[in-house]
């Protein structure tokens, strides 16, 4: 509990009214968010949803969100789609303080900035509209022109390649159909961010392809940074950058790049990073906690171009190989730059500090 | 897509939108339902009551259905001051006018002047009889269409004979036309003379010539009733007694308007009689109107109406102002329904009580399925709030559509309500306004709920509650701790100024109140009791029982509108059915106080009934047992005292028995503890010994001597037992004597009662053989002093309503709980589901299934049981009912086995929804349902 009054005080500083410690993001951030705290309570169960998140996404990204259930992702879209509010921290999207914004401003957002696309079609779209009606539907509701309902929905469907299912009911259309359907929904009022909450979740591969496809045309094409939550490799190993969330936190990142070597041949480069949050705090991928056993405290040392993390072991003979460095696998003498560091108790995977 | 399959598609979407049109034709249903109610109640009741109305108008006789104003005056000796027919006439219309706006019946009015009776001087011998006959000259208008002509000629002629020689004035032959009666009586027939003297010195005398009879054709009428002499000769009473005076015929003869004037101047100084009748129309007076009616009628008779006759007589007359020396402007009327009006008062009050409470369980059963509806819309309308509808844009669309449907359904609800229900006189407004009112309810309710559901973008807060910002509410404790406030102290003033001596809308909610915070209370309640069971079967083998009581007890009543609307409406239809089984009981009971027994006889003044008339009557067939009592009253003209040894005399009713016969009697009736053994003859019976009786509590003590004295004539008494009222005497304290001593008190004659029990008794044979044994005698029936009191128009409709709310109520209650069984149907699903997939055997899933409904049944059966016994004893004695039963004090409203019967027909009818449910549920694919199920 004592964990928790904690998370909940360092949120509080960044709550709304406290601009002074308000963050102010970086410029050409679309997304950004700053310690980002979701706690609540189902049916008595407390659940700590986000554990100051920090996220920072540049406008026309297309980036995937990755973890594991309960991890926060949806609870993040969530917020970033102001159908939920958090708890403490910051999140502005757009220019948008999501903790800031007031009723009427929260419609106005849902209504111009964001996207949103779920998991279910059944959530997605009314059964009992045509493709083009849906598409239509969020741009009544923000007070669009007669005739921009009817130009708009045509577009979008041409731009989805789905020109020819207009006039078809919900339930005329294949799931990938309604999928992309939905994708046309999200963008109906030209917003700047489109999420989506696994969007193709319940789709077999092909037709999976089929929604990715549609995403990656929005994000080329209209410019929309597009957030994708995914258990789906296909989608995040074809995305420039993916995130990986775990226990309310960005744990990890992979970055694709295009590499061209000295013979003139592109190659697609992976690279994972550790995300280190604006506290400091690392989190240490699990696999590398486990095969050092890291457990309990490990020992740091500061080395010109890195730090160095060792198990707390009195052999000095094991190496740490995390230390890539010149330094790497040579004990360092305990001295003022070394620390020892002990995991959060309740965090499992070998958290530094 | 054709334009047609275009716009039907698209008028579906908007009456259905994804939840299918199973939800649509509730809505509308119950939009028809409820306007149904508003709109048939307000008329039913008018109409019931106008029924009642015409029902105890009907018998009265047309005299008291009237106004009538009377007026005296003098015509002077040279003939000024004559009334001519047109002025009549013209008088008729200045009462009517002066009556109006009650309705008048213009057919039945007219106009009468009539003279002073003047003895005849050349009468038959037979008409004389101590005294010769007289006869009084009346003019009637509308003579012709009141009566038949028989023989001879209306009259239509005068004339002024010349005196004769030697004569001082001249002969008045005036045309008249007698009835057959009068003509019989008088020994008159066409062409006879009547002649009369003057009335004063020096005038002419009036000879009446005979030129027709005839007949009355409508004799019930006033017309031939308001003055009996018209239609037949009549003796003025008295001819007995100090007052006496020798009895003679007095009689009348009608003559035409051409004679009016010339037969008042013929009476010059004489007193002119005139009369002016004005009947009530009685078919167009409605319980609304009546209370207008008889406030005006008042003012007519007391204030207006006889100055606005007098002042134009004069003018009309000739006579002069001042010389009119009588006027009266009279009704019965008020007189003759005012019993009918205080039975209709009490009844209205009830009945608007009870209406006014159907009407709010059927604003209770719109906003349930209003819940129902934005439970069954929260998937669409949660999309449309999460790609940017505000709230009043999910309120609007659900507007739109729950008017789309509610009003075919209003109107459809309208057209049934006329259909079934006559049409009140005034149109009734007030059916309208309450329809209208239903409507927009049926239409607006869902839109609110719907809007305020989704007032923020996570309907219902969907359970993640944020940990930090969360605060406890008190909001529902302390609405509930407002709402028993509110119904306690409703409560209180109804049973300190009773319900229905006002008009205030709190009294009138009462019920209504009450059983919400009943229901509040057992919702509170229930689960203390169903924790205890849990802890019991959570040691027994076996996981049925735990399971479902750990979900009855931890069930929280999310479906507490549904049990409130269940609870409420049960709760009125127990009430209604109370009230009625009250009031029945205390008709049935009033009917045995008053006729004793089945049948009772009862001799005239110093009659014995004979031994023949109590065989005849017992082998009447149908009779069980028969009794011959005498009965002696408490407060009669013989003074019957008893005075225990020691203590003072007490005024005392005297009943005289057979024992044996009259215990056998007694026991088929409601006051069976007659104790006979008692009464026995035990050793010596010589003058001095005292009589064993049995007494009424507090007289003597049992086993003491007293007094029993009767006209003055002492008996030695032993109050040998009680006895509390019986079918001798049903009410009084009173002394039982033993036949067999009566003869000692030779004050005390032969039975004078004859009592008999048994079914079917045939009232005709018990007439005849009265007739024949003991002519005089009294019948009082039981079955026809109860067929009068349930036949009488007021309580008859009150029943009439009473059964009608309660069926109303009854169908609400089932209403109710489908909505509420509609409301947890899914998690129900979700369960069964679960157990399934759990290996749970289907019998033991749907008993698990059966205790997701058991907190709805159990709040509304406690809660029914706690209003129910609330409303009866608190409110019950403030209820006027005794108007229905002619009883003294109040009628206790206790409850009943019928009372219960609509909670239990709900938990019967609810187990077996759910059963049938479970049912369908688990023939379904669990796997897909729990896929389906999972959350997103």
New interface residues.
């Given amino acids: 509990m004592a964990a928790l009054d904690d998370l909940i005080a360092a949120s509080r500083k960044a709550a709304p009214g406290d601009q002074q410690r308000r963050t102010a993001p970086p410029p050409g951030t679309v997304i950004f968010c700053d310690r980002l705290v979701r706690i609540f309570s189902v049916s008595g169960v407390e659940t700590q949803a986000l554990q100051g998140l920090d996220l920072e996404v540049t406008a026309g990204e297309l980036t995937a969100l990755v973890g594991a259930s309960g991890s926060g992702k949806s609870t993040l879209l969530n917020i970033l789609a102001a159908l939920d509010q958090p708890t403490g921290g910051q999140a502005v999207v757009a220019g948008h303080d999501l903790l800031a914004l007031g009723a009427a401003e929260r419609l106005a957002y849902r209504r111009a900035t964001v996207g949103f696309i779920w998991q279910q079609t059944s959530r997605n779209l009314l059964s009992h509209y045509t493709a083009a009606e849906n598409i239509a539907l969020p741009m009544k509701l923000a007070g669009a022109s007669r005739a921009d309902r009817r130009r708009r929905p045509a577009e979008l469907l041409e731009l989805l390649d789905l020109g020819d299912c207009a006039g078809r009911l919900t339930g005329e259309l294949s799931g990938g159909q309604q999928q992309r359907v939905a994708v046309g929904v999200a963008l109906a009022n030209q917003p700047t961010v489109l999420l989506a909450d696994e969007p193709t979740g319940e789709l077999d591969s092909d037709t999976a392809a089929g929604v990715f496809a549609a995403l990656r045309t929005a994000n080329a094409e209209l410019g929309v940074t597009v957030l994708i939550v995914t258990h789906d490799d296909m989608v995040s190993e074809h995305v420039r950058r993916t995130i990986a969330i775990r226990d309310g936190r960005i744990s990890t990142e992979v970055l694709r790049r295009t590499q061209t070597d000295e013979h003139g041949q592109e190659a697609e480069v992976a690279q994972e990073y550790s995300v280190l949050d604006r506290a400091g705090r690392l989190q240490l991928p699990g696999e590398f906690v486990s095969t050092l056993g890291l457990r309990d405290r490990v020992r740091l040392a500061l080395e010109p171009d890195h730090v160095g993390v060792w198990p707390d072991q009195p052999d000095p003979a094991v190496p740490g190989p995390l230390g890539s460095g010149p330094g790497a696998g040579t004990p360092v003498a305990p001295g003022p730059a070394q620390r020892h560091s002990e995991p959060g108790s309740g965090a499992p995977g070998g958290q530094s500090r | 897509?054709s334009r047609a399959g275009q716009r039907w598609?698209q008028a579906?979407?908007i009456m259905?939108?994804?939840a299918g049109p199973g939800l649509a034709w509730t809505l509308a249903a119950v939009a028809m339902l409820s306007v149904l109610i508003a709109v048939a109640a307000p008329r039913e009741l008018a109409a019931v009551q106008n029924s009642a109305l015409r029902r105890a108008l009907a018998p009265l006789p047309a005299l008291e259905v009237s106004v009538t104003a009377q007026a005296s005056w003098q015509v002077t000796k040279d003939g000024s001051g004559v009334l001519l027919p047109d002025g009549a006439q013209q008088l008729t219309g200045v009462l009517a006018g002066q009556v109006r706006p009650v309705p008048v019946a213009p057919a039945g009015q007219w106009a009468s002047v009539f003279t002073t009776t003047l003895p005849i001087q050349n009468p038959t011998p037979g008409a004389v009889l101590s005294n010769p006959p007289t006869l009084e000259v009346v003019y009637r208008s509308n003579l012709a269409s009141y009566a038949r002509l028989v023989t001879g000629k209306l009259p239509g002629a005068v004339r002024q004979l010349a005196p004769r020689p030697g004569a001082r004035h001249g002969i008045l032959l005036v045309d008249a036309a007698v009835t057959p009666l009068t003509a019989r009586r008088l020994g008159l027939h066409v062409g006879s003379l009547a002649k009369m003297n003057s009335y004063l010195p020096g005038h002419s005398k009036v000879w009446v010539r005979v030129t027709g009879i005839v007949a009355p054709r409508r004799p019930d009428t006033p017309f031939w009733q308001t003055d009996p002499t018209v239609a037949a000769p009549i003796i003025p009473l008295p001819t007995t007694g100090p007052d006496a005076a020798p009895p003679f015929w007095q009689s009348a003869a009608l003559v035409g308007p051409a004679e009016m004037a010339q037969v008042q101047a013929a009476y010059g100084g004489s007193i002119i009689h005139g009369e002016w009748f004005t009947p009530l129309e009685r078919g167009a007076m409605n319980q609304a109107t009546l209370p207008g009616v008889l406030a005006h009628l008042s003012g007519v008779v007391t204030g207006n109406g006889g100055p606005a006759l007098l002042q134009p007589l004069p003018a009309i007359s000739g006579v002069p102002q001042g010389e009119t020396t009588i006027l009266t402007v009279s009704t019965g009327f008020p007189a003759a329904i005012s019993g009918f009006e205080a039975q209709q008062r009490a009844a209205a009050a009830l009945e608007t009580l009870l209406i006014a409470d159907v009407l709010l369980a059927a604003l209770l059963v719109v906003v349930t399925c209003a819940r129902l509806a934005a439970s069954a819309y929260r998937?669409?309308l949660t999309?449309?709030r999460?790609?940017?509808?505000?709230a009043r844009?999910v309120a609007g669309r659900v507007l739109a559509r729950s008017a789309c449907l509610a009003v075919p359904g209003a109107v459809a609800g309208a057209a049934v309500a006329v259909a079934l229900t006559p049409a009140p006189p005034d149109g009734s407004p007030a059916a309208w306004l309450l329809g209208g009112l239903a409507a927009v309810a049926a239409a607006g309710i869902p839109a609110l709920a719907a809007g305020w559901a989704h007032r923020s973008?996570?309907p219902g807060g969907d359970?993640?509650?944020?940990?930090?910002?969360?605060r406890p509410s008190w909001r529902r404790l302390v609405a509930e701790l407002t709402l028993l406030i509110i119904a306690g102290a409703t409560l209180a003033a109804g049973r300190l100024r009773g319900i229905g001596s006002g008009t205030d809308a709190l009294s009138q909610a009462a019920p209504v109140l009450a059983a919400a915070a009943a229901a509040l209370i057992a919702a509170r309640l229930y689960p203390v009791p169903v924790r205890g069971l849990l802890r019991l079967a959570a040691g027994r083998p076996g996981p049925v029982g735990f399971l479902a009581l750990a979900r009855a007890a931890r069930a929280r009543i999310g479906a507490l509108l549904p049990a409130l609307t269940l609870v409420i409406s049960l709760t009125l239809a127990a009430f209604g059915v109370m009230i009625v089984s009250s009031v029945t009981d205390s008709q049935a009971a009033a009917a045995w106080r008053q006729a004793g027994a089945d049948v009772a006889v009862q001799a005239p003044l110093n009659t014995v009934v004979p031994a023949k008339l109590v065989r005849a009557v017992a082998a009447e067939p149908g009779v069980r047992h028969v009794a011959a009592v005498y009965e002696l009253p408490g407060h009669g003209k013989v003074g019957s005292t008893l005075q225990p040894g020691g203590g003072t005399a007490r005024p005392v009713g005297v009943v005289v028995v057979s024992a044996a016969s009259y215990a056998a009697l007694a026991r088929d009736t409601p006051w069976p503890d007659f104790a006979a053994a008692p009464l026995a003859r035990a050793g010596s019976t010589s003058t001095g010994t005292a009589v064993p009786v049995l007494a009424s509590p507090g007289l003597g003590a049992v086993g003491g001597p007293a007094t029993l004295t009767v006209g003055g004539n002492q008996l030695p008494v032993r109050v040998a037992g009680r006895t509390g009222p019986t079918a001798a005497m049903t009410a009084g304290t009173l002394v039982v004597l033993p036949a067999w001593a009566a003869a000692r008190l030779s004050t005390l004659s032969g039975p004078n009662l004859l009592l008999a029990t048994g079914s079917g008794i045939s009232l005709p044979a018990v007439r005849a053989a009265v007739r024949h044994a003991m002519p005089g005698g009294l019948i009082r029936s039981r079955a026809q002093i109860l067929a009068g009191l349930r036949g009488a128009p007021a309580p008859r409709a009150a029943a009439q309503l009473y059964w009608l709310s309660t069926g109303v109520a009854a169908l609400l209650s089932v209403i109710a709980l489908l909505f509420g069984l509609a409301l947890t149907r899914r998690s129900r699903g979700q369960l069964i589901d679960q157990l399934t997939a759990l290996g749970i055997g289907s019998r033991q899933a749907r008993a698990v299934a059966v205790s997701e409904v058991l907190p709805l049944l159990a709040v509304a059966v406690l809660g029914t049981a706690v209003a129910g016994l609330v409303l009866a004893a608190v409110l019950g004695p403030a209820l006027n009912l005794a108007v229905f039963t002619g009883a003294a004090g109040p009628v206790r409203v206790g409850p009943s086995l019928a009372a219960a019967l609509p909670a239990a027909g709900i938990v019967v009818l609810g187990l077996a929804v759910v059963s049938v449910q479970s049912t369908a549920f688990l023939r379904r694919n669990v796997a897909a349902m729990l896929r389906q199920d999972a959350p997103?």
């Fill in positions: 897509m598609r579906r979407r259905t939108g994804e998937p669409e999309l449309i999460a790609r940017g509808g505000s844009q973008i996570r359970g993640r509650a944020d940990l930090v910002t969360a997103g």
